[in-house]
């Protein structure tokens, strides 16, 4: 079972049989923060017993994946080295992610949400500094790994724990575990694109996720989601926002009386021209969130607002969010990549591979 906690909406799925997404509208969660502990709750037991009702097998005992994007968050980038002669070994490998967590941990006293090693240098005989992808069995002096970690406060992760650990135990699932949500997106992109951007424009912010070489290279986290697109509308006099956008951007081309569409779509031009200098225009962007709904003639706006190509747009993320949990577990002992204190279980396997299988498309 796979759960997607937003600021707007509340979404869940159980990929064994391809079940449609549950969604509900969110509720003490906002701005990354658990603002309602009793109201989060009543809205995630709201959720799980509405993903019971449309699955056919029973949900107890189900391993549960909640995906979030928490308020906090912190990204850095740390280098480590160790000497390593004359080969590298995955004993050499290991220790030396170890040693990047382990640093991290000590000097920024936060929860490590994730980290993966995005580039591994050796020291080679003849004193060359060379880049490899895999540096195992290579002859080498020393050997440098750089990781790229995605911190969040201890407080907000333990408040958001504790409460889904409640909903767990009431429900009976199995093991639970906590991923990013962008960048559980971006890692079930990679599958179908190469070097990317991804613009995950949520209810009160925006995710910038870049892709490089199958690597997560930035996270950046913008001022700028659905609440100020929407209270720009107002500002401007539109008292219906909500109904203005779900009308104006239709496949339909349905209007709402009394707004002037020129209006509309030059105040929203105004709120996405501000994080237009953050996105590189030399490489294709992918455009998901609640805003990836309204269709085509919002992408043409973001696409001129932004003056970036928006080459895929995600109406339909619980899909592409599974296919990335699921990497991301499966390499978690391949690249560095370590998800929250959390071990795969063997019952966790035949979900895995599942997925891998008729989501992925993989054979093993």
């Known amino acids: 079972m796979i759960v997607d906690v937003g ?38 037991g709201e959720l799980v017993e509405g993903i019971s009702r449309v699955y056919s097998g029973s949900i107890e005992g189900l391993p549960v994946i909640f995906v979030v994007s928490f308020g906090g968050t912190e990204v850095i980038s740390h280098e480590e080295t160790i000497t390593s002669s004359p080969r590298v070994t995955r ?42 992808e895999n540096p195992e069995g290579l002859s080498a002096k020393s050997l ?35 991923f990013d ?3 559980s997106l971006a890692y079930g992109l990679k599958e179908d694109f190469e070097d990317f951007d991804l613009l995950d424009i949520g209810h009160t912010s925006t995710r910038l996720v870049g892709i490089r070489s199958g690597k997560v290279s930035t996270y950046q986290i913008l001022n700028l989601g659905g609440i100020h697109i929407h209270n720009a509308l107002k500002s401007a006099g539109i008292l219906n926002p909500d109904q203005a956008l779900q009308t104006i951007f239709s496949r339909d081309n349905l209007r709402v009386a009394n707004i002037d569409p020129t209006v509309l779509e030059s105040n929203i031009s105004l709120r996405l021209a501000e994080i237009s200098g953050k ?86």
């Open 181 to 183: 949500s962008s960048i």
């Open 144 to 178: 440098t790994a750089r990781g790229f970690f995605l911190l969040v406060p201890k407080g907000t992760f333990s408040d958001f724990v504790s409460i889904l650990q409640d909903v767990k135990d009431r429900y009976r699932l199995g093991k639970m575990y906590v």
């Open 91 to 132: 004993e050499h490998i290991s220790r030396i992610k170890n040693l990047l967590e382990n640093s991290v941990k000590n000097v920024h006293q936060k929860e490590i949400l994730w980290f993966e090693v995005v580039e591994y240098k050796i020291l080679n005989l003849d004193n060359q500094k060379i880049e490899v």
């Open 279 to 364: 996105i590189s225009n030399m490489f294709p962007v992918i455009f998901a969130g609640g805003f990836a709904r309204l269709g085509g003639r919002f992408k043409i706006l973001l696409e001129s607002a932004l003056g970036s190509r928006i080459s895929h747009v995600v109406e339909s993320p619980m899909v592409y969010i599974g296919r990335g949990v699921s990497r991301m577990v499966s390499e978690e002992g391949k690249n560095g990549y370590k998800s929250q204190g959390f071990s795969v279980p063997r019952s966790f396997s035949g979900i895995i591979e599942f997925i891998k299988r008729e989501i992925m498309g993989k054979e093993e």
């Open 7 to 44: 600021a707007y909406s509340i979404k869940g799925t159980v990929f064994e049989e391809s079940v449609h997404p549950v969604e509900i509208r969110s509720g003490g969660f906002d701005r990354g923060y658990v603002t309602d502990a009793k109201k989060l709750k009543e809205k995630l």
